[in-house]
């Protein structure tokens, strides 16, 4: 990173360095010296772009949260169907997770890592939105019939969610970069397991 002028392209540096060090380390164990050596800056440098490790590790929370979100809400409000809209996410999910397997390392550690716990709700509050953009999708698909109407759209996006994040969990902790067809993954939720 030596030679950086632009403090954005500077703090998003960082940002992406604690990522990285977060799928290998918990909190605890990522000092910002520890971020500093990564980056090839002084501490000192981190201290200009954020107050201490918590407001560094809430940034990054919000980072990855925002780029969940940005991929979710963009099949929101499309005139497609359920299913296309549902494919849609998963699809860019998935690629998303091959071009970078330690985000969801990272999004999970920052579920769970109780060094984190002041973090963690403002981190569920953007993944409560997260998953009504997701039961909302659902609801549209129950409204427009394309969806069975018996169906309890909370549970159904609940599965759908731990269904993704199964995958790309599994593809990190394997390193083998071949996450199904998302048409797959959702046809399957869409006809189920049943012999009819």
Same mark, same amino acid.
């Given at each position: 990173m030596a030679g950086r002028t632009d403090p954005e392209e500077t703090k998003q540096e960082i940002l992406s360095a604690t990522l990285k060090l977060l799928a290998?380390?918990?909190?605890?164990?990522?000092?910002?010296?520890?971020?500093? %050596?990564?980056?090839?800056? #002084?501490?000192?440098?981190?201290y200009y772009h954020f107050k201490?490790?918590? %407001? @560094?590790? =809430?940034q990054l929370a919000l980072y990855v949260m925002g780029k969940i979100n940005d991929i979710v809400f963009q099949y929101t409000e499309q005139p497609s169907s359920a299913k296309e809209r549902l494919t849609g996410i998963c699809n860019d999910l998935f690629r998303s997770a *091959?071009? #970078?397997?330690?985000?969801? !390392?990272?999004?999970?550690? $920052? @579920?769970? %890592?109780?060094? $984190?716990? %002041?973090?963690?709700?403002? /981190?569920m509050e953007q993944f409560k939105e997260l998953s009504d953009a997701i039961t909302g999708i659902i609801r549209a698909g129950i409204?427009? *019939?394309?969806?069975?109407?018996?169906?309890?759209?909370?549970?159904? !996006? =609940?599965?759908?969610?731990?269904?993704?994040?199964? /995958? $790309? *969990?599994?593809? /990190?902790?394997?390193?083998?970069? =071949?996450?199904? *067809?998302? =048409?797959?993954?959702? !046809?399957?939720l869409f006809s189920g397991i049943e012999n009819r």
């Open positions: 290998e380390h918990n909190y605890s164990g990522i000092s910002m010296g520890s971020i500093a %050596d990564v980056c090839s800056i #002084t501490k000192p440098a981190i201490n490790k918590q %407001d @560094l590790f =809430r *091959e071009k #970078t397997p330690y985000v969801v !390392s990272a999004y999970l550690t $920052m @579920l769970s %890592d109780s060094g $984190m716990s %002041d973090l963690q709700q403002e /981190f409204k427009t *019939e394309e969806l069975n109407p018996d169906i309890n759209p909370v549970i159904v !996006s =609940r599965i759908y969610q731990s269904t993704i994040l199964g /995958f $790309m *969990e599994g593809n /990190f902790i394997q390193k083998d970069n =071949r996450l199904p *067809e998302p =048409r797959e993954v959702v !046809s399957l």
